[in-house]
């Protein structure tokens, strides 16, 4: 169930399988971790975007960053109509226009949707 609106529409969700295939040849991608929990290879963590200083480094590094930057974010912690960091985190995104930005599919959480497939973690 769904109890938020959603910034994203549905060609901007990225199937896991997707981004552990970027991953495993080496795309250009820059993977933002806006939660709290585990790091999937080559994400920076920023914390959780829901805490508002957290929010804002994400602010400051989408002001300077490259629009056209394939860009991936995820949290993971609960079902994704729950999450309290992804909506804020993709809003970001939608402000500054990015163009290849995208927010990773993790319906269940991080442990059910990545971990438990194999999927590559730090």
């Known amino acids: 169930m769904n109890f938020q609106s ?3 529409r549905e060609d901007e969700l990225l ?3 997707s981004l552990s295939d970027l991953i495993t040849r080496k795309s250009k991608v820059k993977i933002y971790n806006i939660g709290v929990v585990q ?3 080559g994400a920076i963590n920023l914390g959780a975007a829901s805490e508002s200083a957290n929010l804002e480094r994400l602010k400051n590094i989408a002001q300077k960053g490259d629009r056209s930057a394939f860009i991936v974010i995820y949290c993971g912690c609960c079902p ?3 999450c309290p960091n992804i909506r804020p985190a993709f809003k970001v995104f ?3 226009k990015y163009t290849n930005a995208y927010l ?6 991080i ?3 990545w971990i438990d497939k ?3 973690i730090e």
């Open 80 to 82: 994704m109509g729950k």
């Open 39 to 41: 790091n999937i290879k």
């Open 104 to 109: 990773l599919d993790l319906p269940v959480n």
């Open 94 to 96: 939608k402000e500054q």
């Open 118 to 120: 194999g999927f590559p």
């Open 15 to 17: 199937s896991a399988e």
């Open 6 to 8: 959603n910034p994203w």
């Open 111 to 113: 442990k059910v949707d």
